[in-house]
């Protein structure tokens, strides 16, 4: 089968995540070739994948000539020669299963580069590393958080991080914190967070109560409450017998990120799709 995989300049890190891994899970049985929506119409592709966040513009699925997935609908448009090809699903991990819906559920996947089968190393110095993702609506909460925290400790540090956290990255840090504020930020790599056997505090978002099994597998506060935010990361660092307890299940729970799990889902719609 061959793959057009499209990535919208508006799509999330997140989007752009799970495209790495779809790419890297298909690329051993399946032509994979990433191209934008006019390199797609010519590209011989049997089915297309778009990444992207937020609606789709209309015009370039004007007559799009492939079956599509995406992870975002198309615009409506309120005239008949403007109305696009809509895709034949449209995908999220939040989506609850509806049969016969166009919205289907589809799992996060981590880069299998994550699981390298060792935990983190940050551990063992004197001063505390926090990482995060940073995003600028999380950054107030970040200060204020870190504010509150030195009020008890002066040995606790936050490194933010403006890319992609690699796995040496989140291995030079101590915990891992996603302050989210928003129910569409995915962005907070928690689950590459969670594979590496980080402790986790993020935010209650959905898709963190998720990633966390309700609270199971990390520290779950509410968005925007620097106070909670902060007698949490006090625990996860400082607590051994409370974040250990999490650590351990969050080992035994991590697998569900691995990229086979999502392939499943992605290869049956596509081939139900393709002509």
């Not at 699925?61 to 109305?83: C, E, K, M, N, T």
């Not at 990255?169 to 907070?188: C, K, N, Q, R, Y």
């Not at 966390?212 to 949490?232: I, K, M, Q, S």
């Amino acid at each position: 089968m061959r793959i057009a995989q499209i990535i919208f300049p508006n799509a999330s890190q997140y989007e752009r995540k799970c495209q790495r891994a779809d790419r890297d899970a298909l690329a051993g049985a399946h032509d994979v070739i990433v191209a934008t929506v006019e390199e797609a119409r010519t590209s011989a592709a049997d089915v297309a994948h778009v990444y992207a966040t937020g609606e789709l513009p209309i015009a370039p699925f004007v007559r799009f000539p492939l079956p599509y997935i995406s992870s975002a609908d198309v615009r409506r448009a309120r005239w008949p020669f403007r109305r696009a090809v809509e895709p034949d699903y449209v995908v999220s991990p939040l989506i609850e299963k509806v049969e016969e819906s166009r919205y289907q559920p589809l799992s996060e996947a981590v880069e299998e580069v994550y699981f390298g089968g060792q935990r983190a190393a940050g551990g063992g110095q004197e001063t505390r590393v926090l990482g995060t993702f940073v995003r600028t609506d999380v950054q107030p909460v970040v200060e204020q958080t870190l504010a509150r925290i030195q009020r008890f400790r002066d040995d606790v540090t936050w490194r933010l991080f403006d890319r992609v956290p690699t796995p040496e990255d989140l291995a030079g840090v101590d915990a891992w914190i996603d302050p989210a504020i928003s129910e569409t930020d995915f962005d907070g790599f928690v689950a590459e967070a969670l594979v590496v056997g980080l402790p986790v505090v993020a935010s209650r978002t959905k898709i963190n109560a998720m990633r966390l099994e309700r609270g199971r597998t990390g520290f779950l506060v509410p968005p925007r409450d620097p106070n909670e935010l902060a007698h949490a990361i006090l625990a996860a660092l400082f607590k051994a017998e409370v974040a250990g307890t999490k650590s351990n299940a969050a080992r035994q729970t991590v697998s569900k990120f691995r990229g086979k799990q999502r392939l499943r889902v992605l290869l049956h719609m596509y081939e139900t799709i393709v002509p």
